[in-house]
């Protein structure tokens, strides 16, 4: 689960990591009482808040730059909220049909320091976890403010890691190895070290997936500021954490992924014309990929887990016809522990209750196979059978093709 920026400085406040102040609002008639109590004398950072990165380089539809703006002052800065919000913001992440930015964030806008160099004074410092090694990882960088991607391709010697044992924590000298590693003495090593070690605890107390910060920034005074935060969670971890569920914002979620997590469905929109339903995600994975090695394109990715009902198949079902762009449907299961009949039963009620005219084509294993090919057949139903993964994925191309 992705939450806002707005979001992540709240959290991080409350674990101690400095941040510049600022406040959202949803309205325009908020947004006076949003900026009156922050200090303008150096400007007004006014950002538009979408599950995206790339916002200061986006453009809105309407041709309006930068969803990222410095405003010299508060006069400046409600007029660039109201030109952003209710726009719909396209970035290089966001794809061709953009976001619709619902949410305007203010912060106070940082006097930034300079290096020696005269480069500005900002790092990159991230937490996420290294599926490699099974740990947390503290990934740092002397290059802030820019695409760590390009980071690592171009200058992949500026990219610090640290690997965490889960089982003894973040150790003082690790994050002092990160301070010295980004160069920092003094003063600013004490506040590095500390932010590190806020950082962590937040990772690791809130169950995160990922925490980023990209700009970390030295302000002129000798301040360490996030002055950016990124921060997702583990899904499955979320019943521990309501506060956190309390900050979903559906508005920037898929409706079909939304409605799959209500029936316990793990769903992933795409942008092929084949759908997919399947138990377990690695066979999922094996099914988009066997179809696109035959020519065709996934349109999403459903696991219906290990032990899904008639009324999650026949809630799968209705999910996937709810994407226009589907023009065939490939059901490949396996089953270990669940029952092939019951997914048979749920395919039959399914393409009864949604009358589907799409091409589907089924390929069952496994538990009790020999009922649900049983129950198929006698359906009376036009359900193409599969004989094996490829001559399933080989047969729903061939018909969505011809």
């Known amino acids: 689960m992705n939450i806002h920026e707005y979001q992540a400085k709240a959290l991080f406040e409350k674990f101690g990591v400095a941040v510049p102040k600022g406040a959202a609002a949803q309205k325009a008639s908020d947004f006076e009482a949003a900026v009156a109590p922050l200090d303008g004398k150096g400007g007004i950072m006014v950002k538009s808040q979408i599950h995206a990165g790339g916002r200061g380089k986006g453009v809105f539809t309407d041709g309006f730059k930068g969803g990222v703006k410095f405003a010299p002052t508060k006069e400046k800065a409600l007029e660039l909220a109201k030109a952003m919000l209710g726009n719909t913001l396209v970035t290089a992440q966001t794809g061709p049909e953009g976001r619709k930015v619902q949410t305007i964030y ?80 003094g003063e600013l090593h004490k506040q590095c070290v500390a932010l590190v070690a806020k950082l962590y605890a937040f990772f690791w107390e809130k169950d995160c997936s990922m925490v980023e910060v990209n700009p970390m920034l030295v302000t002129a005074e000798g301040r360490l500021l996030a002055l950016d935060a990124k921060v997702s969670f583990d899904d499955n971890a979320l019943f521990r954490h309501p506060d956190v569920v309390a900050l979903r914002d559906l508005n920037e979620e898929d409706a079909k992924e939304i409605e799959a997590s209500k029936f316990g469905l793990s769903y992933i929109a795409l942008d092929g014309n084949i759908a997919c339903l399947v138990n377990g995600a690695g066979l999922a994975m094996s099914t988009m990929d066997i179809i696109q090695h035959f020519g065709g394109s996934p349109a999403n990715f459903l696991d219906v887990g290990g032990g899904a009902s008639k009324e999650q198949v026949s809630a799968a079902f209705k999910i996937i016809l709810g994407d226009p762009n589907v023009k065939g449907i490939l059901v490949n299961i396996f ?36 009922a649900g090919k049983a129950t198929l057949a006698a359906s009376g139903l036009t359900i193409v059978s599969g004989d094996s993964m490829a001559d399933a994925a080989r047969k729903i191309v061939g018909l969505v093709t011809k």
């Open 106 to 185: 203010f912060t106070e806008a940082a006097n930034l320091g300079k290096r020696p160099d005269g480069r500005d004074d900002e790092y990159y410092l991230a937490i996420l976890l290294d599926r490699a090694t099974s740990r947390p990882v503290i990934v740092a960088s002397t290059e802030g403010g820019v695409e760590i991607e390009k980071v690592a391709h171009d200058t992949p010697e500026r990219i610090f890691k640290v690997h965490v044992d889960p089982a003894v924590g973040l150790q003082a000298y690790q994050a002092r190895q990160i301070a010295f590693a980004l160069g920092f003495s």
């Open 335 to 370: 089953g270990g522990i669940m029952d092939c009949n019951v997914i048979a039963t749920g395919i039959v009620e399914a393409v009864k209750e949604t009358g589907l005219k799409l091409p589907l084509v089924v390929r069952l294993e496994g538990n009790n196979v020999e």
